[in-house]
């Protein structure tokens, strides 16, 4: 498991960061996984909603204020135009792998931009090969970026969810 971020000093992240970023974590993730992966991104329309622990009631809760959230969820980043990610509040992509008998157990990758810290990209892969390489790897592209422990969140933990609970009826 490995987790870091990368942030901009003054300005948010913009389309040609997050593709560029999206493009090469992916490159990273199919060299830790040992086969190519397919990604899911998603846009949101708010902060994610998340939680640090099991609670199948609250996760459903979770995930549904995410999906009323869903702006554009594509597998390809050219799906993604700079007008629909600048309007986009949070922008989460999971990297998958395609072959799942050749890669390890288990092994996904995510990164989340945006959200409430625009200028910063947090970074989460798992069960890779070697993910301290795959981490290096991404790092050494964006030198002039700052470079986090991953421990950022862009979301909203639950229970101190916002306004959009209560959009929802919760």
Excluded at 89 to 101: G, Q, S
Excluded at 104 to 127: D, E, H, M, V
Excluded at 135 to 140: R, T
Aim: proline residues 4%.
């Amino acid at each position: 498991m490995a987790r870091w971020s990368l942030r901009n000093r003054f300005r948010s992240i913009s389309h040609e960061q997050f593709c560029d970023i999206t493009r090469n974590f992916k490159d990273a993730a199919e060299k830790s996984f040992g086969t190519e992966c397919e990604l899911n991104i998603e846009l949101l329309s708010a902060p994610l909603a998340y939680t640090t622990f099991f609670d199948e009631d609250l996760m459903d809760m979770m995930a549904e204020i995410n999906k009323a959230n869903t702006s554009a969820k594509t597998a390809s980043l050219d799906d993604i135009l700079p007008k629909q990610f600048n309007k986009a509040v949070t922008a989460c992509v999971r990297v998958n792998p395609i072959d799942k008998d050749a890669a390890p157990a288990s092994a996904f990758g995510t990164i989340k931009f945006k959200g409430n810290l625009r200028r910063t990209a947090t970074f989460y892969l798992q069960q890779g090969r070697d993910d301290d390489t795959a981490q290096d790897e991404v790092l050494a592209k964006y030198p002039r970026m700052l470079q986090g422990d991953g421990y950022e969140e862009t979301g909203n933990r639950a229970p101190f969810l916002p306004a959009s609970i209560s959009r929802l009826g919760f």
